[in-house]
């Protein structure tokens, strides 16, 4: 599968051979039919497999017991590490976006919604808290928040021609983390009253 991600990643579902895959991982065509049916399914198979681990990893944030601010911070700050550890992903992401989803759609679904209601729960508890803003719709939220984290490694290599600094730098990571967190806190937190 990580062979077969790393492939994937760098050149996208359609331009990705099976011969290609299958010799980089050392199995024969075969073997990769009988287990995943198609090139098809193996892709499928990768991109289930990266978005549930994102699915996971978000739910041992969200499902820790602590400030809801801490546990939103968590959440967000694992993400976007997640995201700088894991560029393979955010390339595989990228290839879907310019696909428009083919393939994420059978996958994202049942997550997607799972996850949701996780952070329907940390939101309310925030709005009864008088923490959050009432009027935040969640779904925009989550896209605001992941194109935030996602457009900053999507974009690296342009990055290192605005900033003398490396992008990848781990102050660097920090200083944009903190600048997300510090929009997105702006953005959701109830007026100080």
Sequence with gaps: MAVARKIFAARGFDAAR????????????????????????????????????????????????????????????????????NLDFVRLVGWETLQGGRFAGQVLSGLFEAGLEKLESILDQGVREGVFRPDIDIRRLLVSINGLCLSYFSRLDMLRFLWPRDPRAPEMLAAHLEHILALVWRGILAPEK
Excluded: P, Q
């Excluded at 065509?29 to 289930?48: A, D, N, Q, T």
């Excluded at 944030?61 to 911070?73: D, N, P």
């Design 18 to 85: 099976v011969e290609e895959i299958t010799g980089a991982a050392g199995v024969n065509k075969r073997m990769l039919y009988h287990y995943f049916g198609s090139k098809e399914g193996l892709y499928l198979e990768v991109l289930k497999e990266c978005f549930e681990r994102v699915y996971r990893m978000s739910s041992e944030e969200l499902c820790v017991e602590g400030a809801v601010v801490e546990r939103a911070r968590a959440a967000v700050s694992r993400y976007f590490y997640f995201l700088a550890e």
